[in-house]
């Protein structure tokens, strides 16, 4: 399924509400219209498998990032950008560069909440740290392994290997 001429004067209509959003600092309208604009593409997707995927996997990213971080890091600049870019080639009906686009801008969303979780991380081993060394009852902390969602999940053995490491106080 191809998106229509109509569905393409939507898009950009609904571009150009993020864009005044991001400009004007209105933080859930811009969420807003970024899902809108996120669903209106998946809804034009050929296969009802990766339709129903793009939705979940926009789900998720929604749910673990927060339009603070965005403002800090640039995020919100960037993804006006790259959405600006992607609605002109699915309008000039280039599918290949609009692919290119929507895959670097799923990257770069990933790599983005990729920091954030690292961030949060360091934050939580900090606050434990802490925790632990005032209590006086642990003499040696671990460090937390690297996360990379491209990664796959642990292995059974690495579980094993890190079960029984944290005893907690009597």
């Known amino acids: 399924r191809y998106m229509s001429e109509e569905d393409k004067e939507q ?12 400009l004007t600092g209105n933080d859930s309208t811009f969420m807003e219209m970024d899902q809108e604009l996120h669903f209106l593409i998946y809804d034009n997707l050929k296969t009802t498998v990766l339709r129903d995927m793009a939705k ?8 673990n990032s927060d ?3 965005h403002h800090i890091n640039g995020r919100n600049s960037e993804v006006i950008q790259e959405h600006n870019e992607l609605v002109r080639a699915i309008c000039n009906g280039d599918a290949e560069q609009a692919e290119r ?14 920091k954030k979780f690292e961030m949060l991380k360091k934050e939580i081993f ?3 740290s802490k925790i632990i060394s005032s209590s006086g009852r642990v003499r040696e ?3 937390l392994p690297d996360w990379n ?16 490491r944290y005893t907690p106080p009597p």
């Open 141 to 143: 902390t671990k460090r």
């Open 67 to 69: 339009t603070a971080y």
């Open 101 to 114: 686009i929507g895959s670097n801008h799923h990257l770069n969303t990933i790599s983005n909440l990729q």
């Open 11 to 22: 898009l950009k209509g609904i571009a150009n509400r993020l864009e005044k959003s991001y």
């Open 149 to 164: 969602p491209q990664e796959e999940f642990t292995s059974d053995e690495e579980n094993s290997n890190a079960q029984g």
């Open 126 to 128: 900090q606050t434990v």
């Open 56 to 63: 979940q996997l926009y789900i998720i990213s929604k749910r």
